[in-house]
């Protein structure tokens, strides 16, 4: 039975894709401003924004329910404007044994693409694939777009 599995999504948005990028490095706290129904509240636990090694504590509601992970930047790549966070405790670990969250800013001509992946092993078989989730990080892509649009 394979348990390890990778869920991908890109989502077409309109501001610059070193806008979005920057507020998923250096500013994530921010998004329980643009999104507080679905991101009510984003921690800084040990290190700097914006910097690998930095401890990120996220809640989140997902259906209704409240959720709460720790995440740690595993990597920031600036040249191709992406970011790894790696669960290290939470709600998340409680179905799935690892779970990375890698988000890339594409450039598309006046556009960018916001390309989501979502890299995990399940505890179980009886775990559902995550796509609750990438759903979830796909509509608040959007949310933010819409409000870095505004800004």
Do not use: C
Request: hydrophobic share 40%; no cysteine; glycine share 6%.
């Amino acid at each position: 039975m394979i348990l390890v599995g990778k869920l991908s999504a890109e989502v077409l948005v309109v501001a610059p894709h070193d806008k979005h990028h920057g507020v998923w490095v250096g500013r994530p706290h921010h998004i329980s401003n643009v999104s507080p129904s679905k991101m009510p509240k984003v921690v800084l636990h040990a290190g700097k924004w914006g910097t690998v090694g930095s401890v990120v504590e996220w809640h989140y509601v997902v259906d209704g329910k409240v959720y709460v992970t720790k995440g740690v930047v595993e990597a920031i790549n600036e040249e191709s404007k992406t970011i790894t966070y790696r669960a290290i405790e939470g709600d998340i670990l409680q179905e799935y044994k690892s779970f990375k969250v890698i988000i890339q800013s594409i450039p598309k001509g006046e556009a960018t693409w916001i390309h989501w992946t979502l890299e995990y092993e399940k505890l179980n078989k009886n775990i559902p694939h995550p796509i609750k989730l990438l759903e979830f990080v796909i509509h608040l892509s959007e949310e933010l777009d819409d409000h870095l649009v505004q800004a």
